[in-house]
């Protein structure tokens, strides 16, 4: 079974600050990782992933996460953020070798950005 | 290209009662899966068509069955509706069974159970 920690529930930062927003998983299998924005009373989207490769993964709207294996974590990082970064912030796994793709996601993490 | 669409947007019932909920993937996908969010919760997985078949299933109670129809749209049934059962109900599609690929979700209809 996979479980997903978002160790800070609200982020507030000013804006053109930097971010970051953590992320802690548990697995006992390889998983994929995935952040997910969702905006006020819309869907989720997609912000970057990591399958494989680079542990550095590049993102929409400036975002980047890094992979860290031993410490099981993906934090997501802006360098500066904006006032429509605005959202709440999802980190989630899906089960690597699986024949069903289904996300387990954190608590979320509601990023306010002040002007 | 239309997303994911997915109606009505907004529901209200009462408790006992039965709804459904209605997905239309994105174009190209075959995979469609539910999640319930609640309020200030991360969304939680409910369960995965493909081919229209039951998949996979999370740790939902026999009240909230599903189906997939043969163009991939889907519906979501919830019977003996619950106060508890009060949250977003968000429907994802994606390409194939295996994981890594992008789930594209759809905007979600909000149900509240009085």
């Known amino acids: 079974a996979q479980s997903v920690t978002q160790l800070d529930s609200q982020v507030p930062v000013f804006e053109e600050a930097p971010v970051e927003l953590r992320c802690n998983y548990s697995?006992?299998?390889?998983?994929?990782l995935f952040w997910y924005v969702q905006y006020p009373n819309q869907g989720l989207q997609l912000l970057l992933k990591?399958?494989?490769?680079?542990?550095l993964v590049k993102g929409i709207n400036g975002f980047e996460a890094e992979f860290n294996k031993s410490q099981t974590s993906f934090h997501l990082r802006k360098p500066s953020v904006h006032i429509s970064d605005t959202a709440e912030y999802f980190c989630?796994?899906?089960?690597?070798?699986?024949?069903?793709?289904?996300?387990?996601f954190g608590s979320g993490t509601r990023l306010s950005i002040r002007p | 290209d239309a997303g994911v669409t997915q109606s009505p947007t907004h529901l209200i019932k009462t408790r006992g009662q039965q709804v459904t909920l209605r997905c239309s993937p994105k174009?190209?996908?075959?995979?469609v899966s539910w999640y319930q969010q609640a309020l200030g919760q991360g969304p939680q997985f409910i369960f995965q068509?493909?081919?229209?078949?039951?998949?996979q299933r999370g740790n939902f109670p026999d009240r909230f069955s599903g189906h997939q129809f043969p163009n991939y749209s889907s519906e979501l049934n919830v019977n003996a509706l619950l106060l508890g059962d009060s949250a977003l109900y968000l429907c994802?599609?994606?390409?194939?069974?295996?994981?890594?690929?992008?789930?594209?979700f759809g905007p979600g209809t909000r149900l509240t159970v009085t």
């Open positions: 990591y399958l494989s490769g680079s542990t």
């Open positions: 994802a599609s994606s390409l194939g069974l295996a994981g890594g690929g992008e789930q594209y």
């Open positions: 174009s190209g996908h075959d995979t």
């Open positions: 989630a796994v899906s089960e690597r070798d699986s024949s069903a793709s289904k996300i387990i």
């Open positions: 697995s006992s299998v390889s998983v994929y």
């Open positions: 068509y493909y081919e229209e078949e039951e998949r």
